[in-house]
């Protein structure tokens, strides 16, 4: 699926995704693990497994990945983050997001999502 550039950003930012995501699906670096974290979950919403596999770090990376087209990420939240700002070289990001699927049952995956930052770039390790 694929954003109008003035739509409100699926990562809930409150920014429009021309704003805020956009650009880190386009190739620009995230600033942080927040912002990578953010941009992966909007990358989930519209279906962009190129990106979520491209910010995904090698040593954890799978082959290849299918989205299922049934869930629909609706809202993320937040909840805390442990460094991973601009000067760090490792972040954790604790957040929620809520999804309906195919059926209308609503859920929340809740994830403690780990990240490095090598050659510039963060990079989503795993999450538990």
């Known amino acids: 699926m694929t954003l109008d550039p003035g739509t ?14 956009r ?5 620009v670096p995230a600033p942080t693990a927040e912002a990578l974290m953010r941009s ?26 299918d989205l299922d ?6 809202r ?5 983050t442990e460094a991973g700002g601009p000067f760090d070289d490792r972040g954790v990001v604790e957040f929620a997001a809520h999804y309906t699927n ?15 930052r090598e050659g510039g770039r963060w990079h989503y390790v795993d999450g538990r």
Not at 23 to 27: D, E, L, Q, S, T
Not at 76 to 80: E, I, K, N, P, S
Not at 102 to 116: C, H, I, K, Y
């Open 102 to 116: 195919d059926d209308g049952a609503t859920g929340v995956l809740r994830e403690t999502s780990r990240f490095v």
């Open 69 to 74: 087209e049934g869930t629909q990420w609706r």
């Open 40 to 65: 992966r979950f909007s990358a989930f919403a519209t279906g962009n497994a190129d990106y979520l596999l491209t910010t995904w770090h090698p040593s954890t990376r799978p082959a290849t990945l």
């Open 76 to 80: 993320l939240v937040v909840v805390r």
């Open 8 to 21: 409100r950003c699926p990562c809930g930012s409150g920014d429009t995704y021309g704003d805020c995501c």
């Open 23 to 27: 650009r880190f699906h386009a190739g």
